[in-house]
């Protein structure tokens, strides 16, 4: 058992290191990474479980007791920054697909991994926790009239069904960190670095299937999908910049840097649930290409988080 945590914990300090191997598994092994995609649910559950498990929960419920600057961050997420990004894009006559998509990509909500990495960089996992949370459901109620009117979309959204999926990862999710913190005790801060390793071997799992079908994608159109994963680069980069930028004149660093970096990380995976059959096949490749900046980013990023947020 000590060698195994031991083990965990090295991997949860090497997460940064780590995480890129995982796209190449699912590169390399198409078959699993399709025959893993029923796993994208239950690993969402776990995700979050193991970020709920290590957060600060005083920092948490500090929050939680003002909760204005959060829900101002989030919807600043979700409104603001698609409407500052949309004319960026428009301006650089970029495919019409790749252009829609990356619109798409700046309305969608955060990523549920962000708190999980966000812990790994020195930024405030506890308020990347509540950003995720808060964009997931306030989302239902934000995209569809921003994709109508800046895309001409019509996403059919059903907001109750959104919100009850959300609210079931929530509690289950919950349930489970309940029952690890019950079982770790007073031994929580010190077990932190062995759920670190945990959620880093999640993430590599999770990774697999979301690389389904992307190798025969690079075959058919390789110019295409390297184009789609620059600008996958470029979008998150810059719905970070805005975030932060938007964020630094009313927070202290740690949490505008914390704000722009979930604004970076977006759920564009939720897109494939509620894009009409219509959609432009363009924007199902994107959601496979910024695969690669989600899982790349944090590795690239961290320099500059050690050197703006030192210990």
Not at 113 to 128: I, Q
Request: charged share 10%; proline share 7%; net charge positive.
């Amino acid at each position: 058992m000590d060698t195994v945590v031991h083990v965990l914990r090295r991997m949860g300090g090497r997460a940064t290191t780590l995480l890129p191997f995982s796209l190449a598994i699912g590169l390399a092994f198409q078959d699993v990474a399709a025959l893993a995609r029923p796993l994208l649910w239950p690993l969402a559950v776990a995700l979050l479980m193991l970020a709920l498990a290590r957060t600060d929960w005083s920092r948490l419920a500090a929050l939680l007791k003002r909760p204005g600057l959060a829900l101002a961050l989030s919807l600043a997420n979700l409104l603001l920054v698609p409407l500052i990004v949309w004319p960026v894009w428009q301006a650089l006559g970029l495919w019409p697909g790749l252009i829609a998509a990356l619109c798409l990509s700046a309305m969608a909500p955060g990523i549920i991994s962000a708190a999980t990495t966000a812990a790994f960089l020195r930024l405030d996992s506890s308020l990347a926790l509540l950003l995720t949370l808060f964009t997931n459901f306030l989302v239902p109620f934000t995209l569809p009239p921003l994709a109508l009117w800046l895309l001409g979309l019509d996403l059919k959204i059903g907001v109750v069904d959104l919100t009850l999926r959300l609210a079931l990862i929530v509690t289950l999710a919950l349930a489970g960190a309940l029952l690890i913190r019950r079982f770790l005790g007073p031994r929580v801060a010190e077990a932190r670095p062995t759920l670190d390793g945990l959620s880093v071997i999640v993430l590599m799992v999770f990774a697999i299937p979301l690389m389904d079908g992307v190798v025969a994608r690079a075959l058919a159109e390789p110019a295409k999908l390297a184009g789609f994963v620059a600008g996958a680069f470029a979008g998150m980069l810059l719905c970070n910049l805005v975030t932060t930028a938007m964020a630094l004149p009313f927070a202290d660093r740690r949490t505008a840097l914390t704000a722009g970096y979930c604004s970076g990380g977006r759920h564009n995976a939720l897109l494939m649930a509620v894009l009409p059959a219509s959609a432009d096949a363009d924007i199902f490749l994107f959601i496979a290409a910024v695969q690669f900046p989600i899982y790349l980013m944090p590795t690239l990023l961290e320099p500059l988080y050690r050197r703006l947020l030192p210990r």
